[in-house]
C-alpha cells in the first residue's frame, strides 16, 4: 500500500504515520527527518537545506525529488510506504507521477488530514522530541514525567528551531499557498480521502484505517 499523507505541519502527519507503519508493516518516509538528518550529519544535501529550513521555507524541489527517488529503491520499501511531507507543492507532485510511472508504482490514497490554524499553532509551540530517541512530546497536551526529560530513555527533550512563533507563522502561509493546491490536485485524481486531525491519536488512526479500507 502506498499512502500519501497531506496536512499543515503539526496536523499529525508524522504521528500517525508513525503508528500505521507498525500495523501495516509499510516503510515511513519523511523528507522533514531525512533532511533535519542529513542537516545534523552536515552532508552537502544537509548544508544546502539548513538555511531554507530554519526560515521554514520549502527546500529545492530538485533535492527532495532526488531524496525520494533514492528511497523509494530501498528494500524495506517493497511492501509500501507512506509519503509523509512530500510533495510539498505541484511541482513535486507530478514528478512523483513521473517517477512512480517509471518504477511502475502507483498511489493507493491521499490522506489529508485536517486541523484549524489555532490548534496547529499550539501544538507546535509545544512540542518537544528527545535528544536520544525521538520521542515527541507536548509540553502541555502530553508531558514528560519530569520536565525536559524522556519517560522511555532519560534523554533530554529539545525544541525545533523551526517550531518557534515567528516560523511556525512562514510554515503555515507556505502550506496555505504552496501544498493546500494538492487537495484539489489529489481530488480530480480520486485520491483524496479527507479526515478530521483533532482528538484522540487512536481515533484518528481509526478513522484513517477506515478511509484507506475502501
Ligand atoms: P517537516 O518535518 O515535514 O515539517 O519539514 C521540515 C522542513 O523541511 C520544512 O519546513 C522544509 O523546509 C523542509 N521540507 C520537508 N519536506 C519538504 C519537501 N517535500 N519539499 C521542500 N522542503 C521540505
Redesign the pocket.
Known amino acids: 500500500m502506498i499512502l500519501v499523507f497531506l496536512g499543515a505541519?503539526g496536523s499529525g502527519?508524522?504521528t500517525q504515520a508513525k503508528i500505521l507503519i507498525e500495523k501495516l508493516k509499510i516503510a515511513h518516509l519523511?523528507?522533514?527527518?531525512m533532511?533535519?538528518e542529513a542537516v545534523a550529519a552536515k552532508t552537502q544535501v544537509g548544508n544546502e537545506?539548513a538555511s531554507?529550513?530554519s526560515?521554514?521555507?520549502?527546500?529545492?524541489?530538485s533535492?527532495?525529488i532526488k531524496l525520494?527517488e533514492e528511497r523509494i529503491q530501498k528494500p524495506d520499501c517493497k511492501n509500501g510506504f507512506i509519503l509523509?511531507?512530500?510533495?510539498?507543492?505541484t511541482t513535486?507532485a507530478v514528478s512523483l507521477d513521473e517517477m512512480f510511472s517509471k518504477y511502475k508504482l502507483k498511489i493507493d490514497h491521499c490522506v489529508a488530514i485536517e486541523v484549524d490554524e489555532q490548534s496547529l499553532v499550539k501544538r507546535l509551540t509545544g512540542r518537544r522530541s528527545c535528544k536520544n530517541c525521538g520521542t515527541g512530546y507536548h509540553i502541555e497536551f502530553q508531558a514528560p514525567k519530569v520536565k525536559n526529560i524522556c519517560d522511555k530513555c532519560g534523554g533530554e527533550l529539545f525544541q525545533?528551531n523551526?517550531d518557534v512563533e515567528e516560523v511556525i507563522k512562514d510554515?503555515l502561509n507556505?502550506y496555505k499557498t504552496k501544498t493546500s493546491p494538492l487537495i484539489e490536485f489529489y481530488s480530480k485524481k480520486n485520491l483524496l480521502r479527507t479526515i478530521a486531525g483533532t482528538g484522540e491519536f487512536s481515533e484518528i488512526t481509526e478513522r484513517i484505517l477506515k478511509v484507506i479500507s475502501k
Open positions: 505541519p502527519k508524522g519523511s523528507t522533514g527527518d533532511l533535519r537545506a531554507f529550513m526560515k521554514g521555507e520549502l527546500v529545492p524541489d533535492v527532495v525520494i509523509d511531507g512530500f510533495p510539498r507543492n513535486q525545533r523551526d510554515r507556505v
